[in-house]
């Protein structure tokens, strides 16, 4: 699994639809990147299996194997009401109870059943698991496409096909997960802050609120943190030149990143049917984006009209004019 051909992720190319229009992109899928921690697995000292990701199984599924049995003594919990004493390291090594081993106590039989029960119906091969993989795999690299290129698909007179953000992904996907952030369009010097600040607007727009049921949204996101104790300098350092922002600020900021994973293996399928849901979907992320640097912006121009500064758009400069219809119901304002 070195190159898309070999992981059986077909050709780089989908079809979407930006306008109305039914147009073909380019897809960067996965290579020999995201491939080669695989080929490396005899190596490892420790693996963990969680089929609760992309397995579709419920959450309590999941497994840690260790190469070397000395690790039994270590994650041995004491019940003497259920196993004796082992008597002793290397009589545990010789050991072939499994009850006593666990990281977590008692655990449920219903998830192990399900995993078995799962890929009995759905077995782990090309035709069944390995096609699901594919398709979710595809999407995402499908979504990433789009949201980096949807500007210019989009067309229009202006900065950046008349949009007035961009979104900048974390990566090419990998797999089903795509993460990214939006930042506005043709403009410079915005700090992190007032960039995180707006992708927090753009989450609260695709998450629930209190009293909001499912129904009320059309898409969910969710959202993750990049921060310099976990993620180094050297890591995050392309996206952050992307960014357009210092390492000094994702020391003291983080990133805030939405993210999206594509589980369902229908989205080819809903082509047929004339529905485009990642083109949907990137549409709404952009619309949301728009709506959110609007109001912020002219927040933003409010205070600086004498109405006193918004301290929650750190480093956000004024736009020339903010469009009408903002969620906030702003007008059009200039500075």
């Known amino acids: 699994m070195t190159v898309p051909d070999r992981a059986g992720l077909g050709a780089p190319v989908a079809t979407v639809r930006v306008g109305g229009e039914v147009l073909d992109i380019a897809l960067r899928l996965p290579e020999r990147s995201a491939c080669a921690a695989l080929e490396r697995l005899g190596e490892c000292d420790s693996i963990t299996v969680d089929p609760h990701k992309m397995g579709y199984i419920p959450y309590p599924a999941g497994a840690v194997c260790f190469r070397s049995d000395l690790v039994k003594p270590i994650a041995r919990q004491e019940a003497a009401y259920i196993v004796e004493s082992a008597g002793g390291v290397e009589a545990e090594r ?6 006593a081993y666990t990281l977590e106590g008692s655990r449920p039989g219903s998830a192990a059943a399900a995993v078995w029960l799962s890929h009995s119906l759905i077995p782990l091969d090309a035709s069944g698991h390995g096609a699901l993989m594919r398709e979710t795999i595809r999407a995402a690299c499908e979504l990433h496409a789009l949201l980096e290129n949807y500007p210019a698909l989009a067309g229009g007179a202006g900065r950046a096909g008349g949009r007035r953000v961009r979104a900048v992904c974390l990566c090419p ?3 089903n997960i795509v993460c990214y952030a939006f930042v506005p ?3 410079e010097g915005v700090g992190l802050g007032a960039i995180n600040a707006l992708n927090r607007r753009v989450y609260e727009g695709f998450t629930l609120g209190a009293g909001q ?7 969910f996101v969710s959202r993750t943190t990049l921060s310099a104790s976990r993620y180094s300098q050297s890591a995050v ?9 210092s390492e000094r600020e994702y020391e003291r900021e983080g990133v805030f990143l939405l993210r999206s994973v594509l589980m369902s293996p229908w989205y080819g399928a809903s082509k047929a049917r004339g529905r485009y849901v990642l ?3 990137c549409e709404a992320l952009y619309r949301g984006a728009e709506e959110a640097l609007d109001e912020m912006t002219a927040r933003a121009a409010w205070g600086q009209r004498g109405r006193g500064p918004d301290r929650t758009l750190p480093g956000l400069p ?3 004019a903010a469009s009408r219809g903002t969620r906030g119901g702003a007008r059009r304002v200039t500075s």
Do not use: H, K, Q
Request: glycine fraction near 18%; hydrophobic fraction near 30%.
């Open 237 to 245: 350092g392309p996206l952050l030149e992307r960014l357009g922002v």
């Open 318 to 320: 004024p736009a020339v």
């Open 94 to 99: 010789r050991s072939e109870g499994i009850g």
């Open 279 to 281: 083109s949907e979907l």
């Open 185 to 187: 369009a043709g403009r």
């Open 173 to 175: 996907p990998g797999s």
């Open 213 to 219: 049921r499912v129904y009320d949204r059309s898409f």
